[in-house]
């Protein structure tokens, strides 16, 4: 094999001017071939413009041009074709006019939230507690039906999952924040992987995911930002349901759920674990305990670790 790479005279000198001095590991060795000056080259020049190629070569023996291409030279340079041109301008088009699209999407999402945030503060000026008269769990979710459609926080009744009510055979009562999208569409409390993780976290202590309680702060799943009054409104429901079941004990699952529910908007969740809380009810206080919601924990082993120790501890008290 030819160790030495045969160029000619002018694509030497560009090269070296670049500082190279090798191509493909092999040597640069300028060929007895000349460049052609465009005055005795016209056609050929053409060709080999076509041919994508800046220069061609001129043998000595005919003087006949030859496109550079044909030859064992190193072509240096290729322009861009008006094709190619055509192309780049109409791709750069193509992502302007889509960037364009997401930009207006985005702002047109966040107009819709904060005119959605501007409803539900006007409709929280109005707000009075709902008096609630149901004594068993399916009246208890009729009355919050009714109330959630009159005061538009739902459009339907298809959008509500109230919860689950266990055997009461545990009197363990367990509270998230709100019910996942596909919980929803389901009709089933912590469905999925996260419904799976959580039954055998359960398993662990004797019990199936039917034997306790399950519901929410909120009934329904928010697309959006929740502000912290929604839950203030909203929460006479989760009371009633507390006063129906009267569990032994409550587990709340999440960060934002434990805040509400505690009263502590401003308390990170590891705080809150570490301390003893209490609920209230009639002429006892049920205790709390608190830990990550299991949707955190599906991807990472610490916090599934975390929720398994909580619930063994707390569990071993009561």
């Excluded at 109230?162 to 999208?181: R, V, Y």
Aim: proline share 5%; with cysteine.
């Amino acid at each position: 094999m030819n160790p030495e790479v045969p160029i000619t005279h002018l694509q030497s000198l560009w090269i070296q001017e670049l500082g190279i001095s090798m191509l493909w590991g092999k040597n640069l060795t300028p060929t007895s071939a000349q460049v052609v000056t465009p005055s005795t080259t016209g056609l050929a020049k053409d060709k080999a413009m076509e041919g994508g190629a800046v220069g061609v070569i001129h043998d000595k023996a005919d003087h006949n041009s030859v496109p550079l291409e044909q030859t064992s030279a190193v072509p240096l340079i290729k322009r861009a074709s008006a094709e190619n041109q055509t192309k780049s301008g109409r791709q750069h088009n193509e992502q302007s006019k889509v960037l364009s699209e997401i930009q207006s999407s985005l702002q047109k999402r966040i107009h819709q939230q904060s005119r959605r945030r501007v409803q539900e503060n006007e409709a929280l000026k109005d707000y009075q507690a709902p008096l609630i008269h149901a004594k068993t769990w399916d009246a208890l979710q009729a009355e919050l039906s009714a109330f959630y459609i009159e005061k538009q926080v739902v459009a339907s009744e298809a959008d509500i999952l109230f919860g689950q009510l266990g055997d009461n055979s545990s009197k363990l009562m367990i509270i998230e924040e709100m019910p996942g999208i596909n919980d929803v569409l389901e009709k089933q409390v912590f469905s999925g992987a996260c419904g799976e993780l959580l039954v055998n976290i359960l398993q662990s202590i004797g019990l199936d995911k039917h034997n306790v309680t399950i519901t929410s702060l909120l009934k329904y799943h928010a697309r959006d930002e929740v502000a912290p009054e929604r839950y203030t409104q909203l929460a006479p429901f989760l009371q009633a349901q507390i006063q129906l079941v009267q569990p032994s004990c409550i587990w709340l699952l999440g960060t934002r759920t434990a805040q509400s529910f505690l009263d502590q908007p401003q308390t990170a969740i590891e705080t809150l674990r570490q301390q003893q809380w209490s609920f209230p009810l009639e002429n006892r206080v049920i205790p709390v305990f608190i830990s990550c919601h299991p949707s955190l924990a599906l991807s990472n082993a610490r916090l599934k670790q975390d929720i398994w120790q909580d619930l063994h501890q707390f569990y071993a008290l009561v």
